[in-house]
């Protein structure tokens, strides 16, 4: 076993743990969450099973593909899933935090975050009609769109947040969503590079963007152990408060 099937293997270990962990959030404690926060987490679980699930089936096929001639129908069954996983999941990243705000805000910018929402959901529709996942280029030129409005959605979240027009929320899903925040800035970096690059040098070079994904899931599972750990108090797990005096005074957008 390479590096970088190594750290392959430790990306999955820790989304599935990631995803059991959400699990227990979400189905076992939701008593001691307040609405907003539990449909938050809700939100978040979903995004998350999805990909381990994903990221599950994806080595299951590389295990069966990895020495089978470059032509081989399997191979070829194995990049289309691939890049249609890779293109659902760059569509649910960038709807995630617009999810978020219609969550957890009201009035103006709850209407502007659906109108976000349905922006992304509308771009990943029509790059998955055109027919980008056959071609590694045309996908990370969609994915790269949707990875700004991703991007962009992340950044409103949290300034919404600090400006006191989203309520309801825990800290720990704050560090959680700025942690992924913090991972969206690198990916269309990530993505300029590896179009240049193409998908055969990707895979070799792959190790950086591995790591940093390994990295991120080991974090946040983390603070999911955290939130689990507080929410074993029978006073739960009481939502944030940040604002400023206009958000204070009634003055939402």
Avoid: C
């Amino acid at each position: 076993m390479d590096l970088l099937d190594l750290l392959r293997a430790l990306t999955l270990a820790a989304r599935l743990l990631l995803a059991g962990a959400l699990l227990m959030v979400v189905l076992s404690r939701a008593d001691r969450l307040s609405p907003t926060s539990w449909r938050a987490w809700l939100a978040v679980a979903v995004l998350y099973i999805v990909l381990a699930v994903d990221n599950a089936v994806l080595e299951a096929l590389w295990a069966q593909v990895r020495d089978l001639a470059p032509k081989a129908r399997l191979r070829w069954i194995h990049f289309l899933f691939y890049n249609s996983t890779y293109l659902l999941h760059a569509v649910m990243s960038a709807v995630l935090p617009a999810v978020l705000i219609v969550i957890a805000g009201s009035g103006r910018v709850r209407r502007i975050a659906l109108v976000g929402a349905a922006a992304v959901v509308l771009v990943g529709a029509t790059a998955a009609a055109g027919g980008v996942v056959e071609t590694w280029d045309r996908l990370l030129r969609s994915t790269r769109v949707l990875s700004f409005l991703g991007l962009i959605g992340y950044v409103s979240f949290l300034g919404l947040l600090l400006l006191g027009w989203l309520s309801g929320l825990d800290r720990y899903l704050v560090w959680f969503i700025g942690m992924r925040t913090a991972f969206v800035v690198l990916v269309p970096i990530q993505e300029v590079f590896f179009e240049a690059a193409g998908q055969a040098e990707a895979h070799q070079l792959w190790h950086l963007p591995q790591f940093l994904q390994f990295a991120m899931a080991a974090t946040q599972l983390g603070i999911v152990i955290l939130l689990l750990r507080a929410l074993r108090d029978e006073r739960g797990v009481p939502p944030i408060r940040l604002g400023s005096p206009m958000a204070d005074a009634g003055l939402r957008p």
